[in-house]
């Protein structure tokens, strides 16, 4: 089968079943089993396709009908502009998060840190920190075993294993050292909201690395909480909230005694990411 008709087929496969995206998903998909840019797919496309190559090609297009995310299709999702190795047990990392590393990178600039990642899943938001600041050490928790699976195969890939741990641990019993940061995106959609998510994301992506109760801030009240003894004196604690958690957030840091040194918005001005820092006398 030549590959610009066989990818053509695809699309209109993927548009018949409502995937919006359903030029740019046959088009990844492809690339990623070929092994070759999307570019290459493009200058290349009166090629044959590989008959083995064929067959996976139609069994992965039958997995997007279903709304499985490209991501998990592929295994694979660029964050900060690194490869990460994901599966159904870990989070697909979304480009909000990267606000995180944009804000902390300013932060921590050439200096050595010794930091916590609470719920890690693919490691994504330790690891870009890792190649960001090259001085500094990091632990990720998570209660998923198979998720530290995916975040250690990840620390190999992109050769931060030696600065970098990762531990099975529900963080409200994790007691283990002093950080002078800790960074989060907790799980924080609220069971209302869960409800409206699309089928991409509710069918696929694991419910603990979503689910944060009632009004979707049991986990970030739980992480602020417990950071306060994990936290050095002045320690800064970094958490990722959803689009609408702004005021919410803030209370509960006033609440607790830790003062906001900085925020960052997403496109649609909504703050995302919190950042504040421990406060001398709890
Ligand atoms: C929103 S995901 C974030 C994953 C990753 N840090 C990212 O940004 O893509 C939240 C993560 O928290 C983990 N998690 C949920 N409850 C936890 C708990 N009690 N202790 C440790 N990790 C937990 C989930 O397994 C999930 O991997």
Redesign the pocket.
């Known amino acids: 089968m030549i590959l610009e008709k066989e990818i053509q087929h695809a699309a209109l496969l993927l548009k018949k079943y409502n995937i919006s995206s359903y030029n740019l998903d046959a088009e990844i998909i492809l690339s990623n089993l070929m092994k070759v840019s999307r570019e290459f797919l493009i200058t290349n496309n009166n090629k044959e396709i590989k008959e083995n190559v064929l067959k996976k090609y139609r069994l992965a297009i039958k997995r997007r009908i279903k709304n499985e995310p490209v991501a998990y299709i592929t295994g694979r999702k660029e964050?900060w502009s690194k490869n990460f190795i994901v599966n159904k047990?870990?989070?697909?990392?979304?480009p909000e998060?990267e606000l995180?590393i944009y804000k902390l990178r300013k932060i921590f600039k050439n200096k050595s840190i010794n930091f916590l990642?609470?719920?890690?899943?693919?490691?994504?938001?330790?690891l870009a920190l890792l190649k960001e600041l090259n001085q500094s050490y990091g632990t990720?928790?998570?209660?998923?075993p198979k998720?530290i699976q995916i975040a250690k195969i990840n620390a190999k890939n992109l050769n931060l294993y030696k600065r970098s741990k990762f531990k099975v641990?529900?963080?409200?019993?994790?007691n283990l050292g002093k950080y002078d940061l800790v960074v989060?995106?907790?799980?924080?959609i609220s069971s209302q909201d869960l409800k409206k998510l699309s089928k991409d994301i509710i069918n696929f992506e694991?419910i603990?690395?979503?689910?944060g109760g009632i009004d979707g801030l049991d986990?970030i009240k739980?992480v602020i909480y417990k950071s306060k003894y994990l936290l050095k004196t002045n320690g800064v604690l970094a958490l990722?909230i959803g689009f609408n958690q702004y005021r919410r957030v803030s209370e509960l840091l006033k609440y607790y005694r830790y003062r906001e040194i900085g925020r960052e918005y997403d496109y649609n001005y909504n703050v995302r990411c919190i950042i504040s820092t421990k406060q001398g006398f709890f």
């Not at 047990?89 to 979304?94: A, D, F, Q, S, Y």
């Not at 990720?140 to 998923?144: A, F, K, L, V």
């Not at 641990?169 to 994790?174: G, P, Q, T, W």
């Not at 989060?184 to 924080?188: G, V």
């Open positions: 964050f047990t870990t989070l697909i990392p979304r998060t995180l990642d609470i719920g890690t899943g693919s490691g994504c938001i330790l990720g928790i998570d209660i998923s998720a641990f529900d963080f409200n019993k994790y989060s995106n907790p799980p924080y694991p603990a690395a979503l689910d986990q739980k990722e």
